[in-house]
Nanobody
Framework: QVNLVESGGGLVQFGGSLRLSCVAS????????MEWYRQAPGEQRELVAH???????YYVDIVKDRFIISRDNSKNTVYLQMNSLKPEDTAVYYC??????????????WGQGTQVTVSA
């Protein structure tokens, strides 16, 4: 089993910043891509940012230039630095990891989510 635990969410004012963390633990040999998703009430879960094991990144347009995804492979941790937050960023944020468990197959695991609320 692989566990992902997010932290760092909370309530912040418009224009503020938060830094989310997600730590992976359990049985795996390698973590490949790590991603952040979010889900607002009544909406579908959507990809926010993606980072490969080598550090290449991708962002959806609505967070580009405001959010920064990074990772520390020595700590099995992915981060999401969120700046210039807007009320529309309010959502539960989830991390997802794609891992290998000794073979070439890749498995996906999700965290439980952390709430981010941005007040106007």
């Amino acid at each position: 089993q692989v566990n992902l635990v997010e932290s760092g969410g909370g309530l912040v004012q418009f224009g503020g910043s938060l830094r989310l963390s997600c730590v992976a633990s359990g049985s795996f040999s390698k973590i490949n891509a790590m991603e952040w998703y979010r889900q607002a009430p009544g909406e579908q879960r959507e990809l926010v940012a993606h980072i490969t094991s080598g550090g290449s990144t991708y962002y959806v347009d609505i967070v580009k230039d405001r959010f920064i995804i990074s990772r520390d492979n020595s700590k099995n941790t992915v981060y999401l630095q969120m700046n210039s937050l807007k009320p529309e960023d309010t959502a539960v944020y989830y991390c997802k990891a794609k891992v290998e468990r000794g073979g070439s197959d890749e498995y996906e695991f999700w965290g439980q989510g952390t709430q981010v609320t941005v007040s106007a």
